[in-house]
């Protein structure tokens, strides 16, 4: 059985690396996909990954979840875990089985020039996730996918996304936040100079119906680009699929300081602009 690569820190020094040409999965998802993730990197500092591709092959699991089978949880593709410091350049990620790129508990990262890339009814592939991190930067990057091209979860402060470029896919979108009491908030959040392309939602906040001490604050859109989105902007504080577990049917999320400058272009939907809030 194929294994997950984990490169785990501390780090003596800064080291980089250079992937040239294509990396490719097995063609049995189950072989990565019990492991959750395919290159993991933990508790590292001042390390760089330059150029290459990540080919995850990502379609037979796909397939086993849309079939609605017993499928393992499945792999993401490259995740950085409480790591500091950290460069990602010019990577291209191919059909990654779940989400392509996550940034958990980390602080100053920049994600630049990357690509990534799945089809769009690929379920629960998002683009980049990014949770707990400090001092994020993402810029220069297309994403095209099946679910949220940026979603950016709980603890996540000072993030700067610039000249990305979204769709097909979700929209970059602040949650699903709520799912717990006791969460952390999300703020200091910027997104400018993004095009979204026929995707689901562009810009997006959104909350589970439950109580939680969590908060959204300080967010600032701006020379925002809309081409035939479905939901352009949208803040949903109503979020309860199949109506199970929100006992209350109201989100204790609070939802202040966002800022909507110059976001222009056409809506797929008669309803531009959309605040369904608690």
Excluded at 24 to 48: E, Q
């Amino acid at each position: 059985m194929i294994k997950e690569a984990v490169f785990r820190g501390p780090c003596k020094s800064r080291f980089v690396i250079q992937i040239d040409g294509t990396i490719v999965a097995p063609s049995d998802y189950r072989s990565l996909g019990n492991s959750g993730n395919w290159l993991l990197f933990i508790k590292v500092t001042g390390v760089s990954v330059y150029g290459g591709t990540l080919d995850a092959r990502g379609s037979g699991y796909w397939a086993c979840r849309t079939a609605g089978r017993n499928c393992p949880v499945g792999a993401r593709s490259i995740t950085f875990s409480w790591a500091n410091n950290i460069v990602i350049s010019g990577l291209t990620s191919i059909n990654s089985q779940i989400c392509h790129l996550v940034i958990n508990s980390c602080n100053n990262v920049m994600v630049r020039g990357v690509k990534i890339i799945a089809p769009d009814q690929s379920p629960n592939t998002d683009g980049i996730h990014v949770q707990s991190s400090t001092g994020v930067t993402i810029t220069g990057t297309s994403i095209k996918t099946g679910d949220d091209c940026i979603s950016i979860g709980p603890g996540t402060k000072n993030l700067w996304i610039e000249q990305v470029g979204c769709g097909p896919g979700h929209g970059i979108s602040i949650g699903s936040l709520a799912k717990e009491l006791k969460e952390e908030g999300v703020e200091n959040v910027t997104v400018k100079n993004a095009i979204f392309s026929g995707s689901d939602n562009g810009l997006r906040i959104k909350s589970w119906a439950r109580p939680s001490f969590g908060f959204v604050r300080g967010i600032v859109y701006q020379d925002i680009i809309m081409r035939n989105v479905k939901n352009p902007i949208i803040i949903d504080q109503m979020y309860c699929p199949g109506n199970q577990g929100c006992p209350r049917q109201n989100s204790g999320i609070k939802v202040s300081q966002v800022t909507y400058k110059n976001v222009v272009g056409t809506s797929a939907t008669q309803v531009g602009v959309k605040f369904e809030c608690s």
